[in-house]
């Protein structure tokens, strides 16, 4: 932790007090600061009616420490700028762990842009190589689907008419042109400012970025965008939304937006580092996103089709004078047979939980009775007799914990229900290594074969 200017730094990782540095909880008009930030980042993140145990930020203005939960990233509140860390990663090299989780399951729908946006504090940060991966990541798929063309409104002047006529302009012209008309309609432009404004965040982020993955991606965007003269920021047209049918756009759209606000504001204010800004991950729908894309990817190998967040009809109410009603699940993923039936084989739910810090606090974060109810009820709504819970492999656990365990329902078996829950403890230390990813899918489809040949149908 240290101190620049005006504004202290720190590094944190989830669900972990801190205390705050004395360099401004000793003067009261930083601390209100600092009060007023975190309210209104826990009013952005979730509603004010949550409980305080369930708050993103938690702040203990006596003991004036502060904690985060469920969430990482990069926040500036007021005096303090601070960088989150995941509770399932430890402290080396996780920035490009995260970056290349965040590229999986990421999105900027599992994701919150504060309206201060981004400060020259967070361009400088290391937290930014996720975003830019990120951002690489979605802007190719989009280029690799659909050319980003603008609907606009052209006038020009043409040997025939085309749209309306510009009367205005047309009794003005010279008699040397009175052969052509002055036209106004709409067309499609391929050098347009949502270019520009893509192809200018394509080489900010290649200047900032750190790790070679991520320059490499960019590389990649710039090679597929249109060639444009260099653009400056501040003509961009921020607030205007995208054309139609341009939607795989709006991630990368939105990431290259906040850049250039970002940049704006850390020119034009020199006390750009004291607003109210971050870009922070909701990481319990990071990871579930993170976990369907395994799935989807290892789907092949397992010769099974996988459908994620389906509806299944649990419950049906029917009485006299109440009418017919029903209330359904949707589990996270399942795993389905390939053979033309579609047969639940599997049901499988993503829970962002694990032990961290103190026991008391572990209480609160490990797997509890009700995430065994939710598994045991979409099987039973699904018509399979097993089930998996997915969850991360923390770093403070014991260094013999299993990777993957057994639950069986009690009593299962004189009610003829006997259903087998399996929980897998997904590893990242190795996900920024070449086979990463590759290692994931090993876990999920080793945990997918030992609960299924646990017990036969």
Known sequence: MNTIGTTSTMECQENVWYPLPHSFTEHYHELKLFEKAVFFCNRRIVSTDENSEKLPIQFDPFLRKIRFNGISGYLNLGPLAVTIRPKFMEKENWIPRLSNALVLGGGTRRMVVLPGTMSSTWLNSRFIDPFARLYARSLLAALESHPLLAYQRIERTLPFVRGRVLWDKEYLKPPTRKHKVSCSFSGFLKDNEFIH???W????FHGMVRTRETRTALESVLERLPKTSCSDSFRFPLMRPLPPGMSLYKESFELAQELARARRRS???????KKICGVV????ACFEALVSHLYRRISPRIQMKTKAQSSWPFVRREGKGLGEDTRYVRPDDIILCSNGTEKPILVSDSKYV???ASETQNRRHKLDAGNFYQVVCSCLSVGTRKGLIVQPLTEDVEANTPGFEKWCLM?????GRDISIGVLRLDFRKLNSPDGIRSLENQLVDGIKQIRDDTTE
Request: a neutral charge.
């Open 354 to 356: 694990g032990r961290i």
């Open 281 to 284: 991950a909701i990481m319990h």
């Open 201 to 204: 965040a394509s080489l900010e």
């Open 411 to 415: 009593n299962g078996k004189d009610s």
């Open 197 to 199: 404004l893509l192809r």
């Open 267 to 273: 020119a034009s204010s020199s006390n750009s580092e």
